[in-house]
């Protein structure tokens, strides 16, 4: 009977490992087996580590949520779907507050969760096992002036907390505030912040806002794509046809001697009739 159980438990830990296909956007499954050695590898730059087995820790892998931000560690920001993208930066994955996490250190010390309300980009990775900020995982890349370089005048690279873990909890506050207070953390965070509102149509695009040129040129073919709109549904309605025997080329103000179409023709008696927006780019050509 006892062999009957191990043979069970070992059958249910190798399923727990077999890669599962992705069913949808909101049930993927990670493998943490692939990337053990990765993170393992991380972990041992940041901190000495002690045998763990006295710890009272459970050492089953955690299967992370799509939504930890550990997953899209050195993930390029524009791999990231944008709806995703927007949760990540609002609404991450944060541990329970029953959550036991990891010991670190010949101390023995633990993340604290209080960190998490008193550093609002500060988020706690199940999938790696250490702390990141959120901002920086997601734009950090994107805002990169150089290789492992931060923002312009930074003198610190881009490590802890941006492309891999944090766990010196022993030194962890004065960690928090100097990473806090990089110019390039500063940048992700208003890349951030733009990128959400923009994502939310809360604010314009932010070409269009930084030249008011291109959006007029925009509003300007906007307003001329309804006056052509409007002319089609007319001669729709009306049973007109359209085209004509000598209906290509410029649409000019003057009447032209071959007969080229009444939808064009109907195109300069709006012109004439002071459609504005018809009139501009007509008047260019001929300039």
């Not at 990891?102 to 023995?108: H, I």
């Not at 923002?151 to 941006?162: D, E, N, P, R, T």
């Not at 290509?248 to 004439?272: P, S, Y």
Request: aromatic residues 8%.
């Amino acid at each position: 009977m006892d062999r009957e159980q191990k043979h069970l438990r070992q059958s249910t830990v190798s399923a727990f490992f077999a890669k599962v296909p992705k069913t949808s956007a909101g049930d993927i499954v990670v493998n943490v087996a692939e990337s053990s050695s990765a993170v393992a590898c991380d972990r041992s730059t940041e901190n000495e580590h002690s045998d763990d087995s006295d710890s009272g820790m459970p050492t089953t892998p955690i299967v992370s949520s799509i939504y930890d931000v550990g997953l899209y560690l050195n993930v390029p920001s524009n791999d990231i779907d944008n709806g995703l993208k927007l949760r990540l930066i609002t609404d991450p994955w944060h541990p329970e507050p029953t959550f036991t996490f990891p010991a670190e250190g010949p101390r023995r010390l633990r993340f604290q969760m209080q960190w998490l309300r008193q550093n609002p980009w500060l988020v706690y990775s199940s999938h790696v096992g250490g702390a990141l900020c959120k901002y920086c995982v997601l734009f950090a890349q994107e805002h990169e002036a150089g290789q492992g370089e931060g923002g312009k005048g930074s003198h610190q690279g881009l490590g802890a907390f941006v492309s891999k873990l944090f766990v010196k909890w022993t030194t962890a506050k004065e960690y928090f505030k100097r990473h806090s207070d990089t110019e390039y953390h500063k940048t992700c965070v208003s890349l951030a912040e733009h990128f959400a509102g923009v994502t939310k149509d809360s604010c314009a695009n932010i070409v269009l806002s930084l030249d008011s040129s291109l959006r007029k040129h925009a509003d300007d073919n906007r307003r001329r794509l309804e006056s052509l709109i409007e002319t089609i549904i007319f001669c729709g309605r009306q049973e007109i046809a359209l085209r004509g025997p000598a209906d290509a080329g410029r649409l000019e103000l003057t009447e032209k001697k071959v007969n080229d179409g009444n939808f064009r023709t109907l195109l300069r008696l709006r012109m004439r009739c002071g459609d504005v927006a018809l009139k501009r780019p007509s008047q260019a050509s001929q300039a």
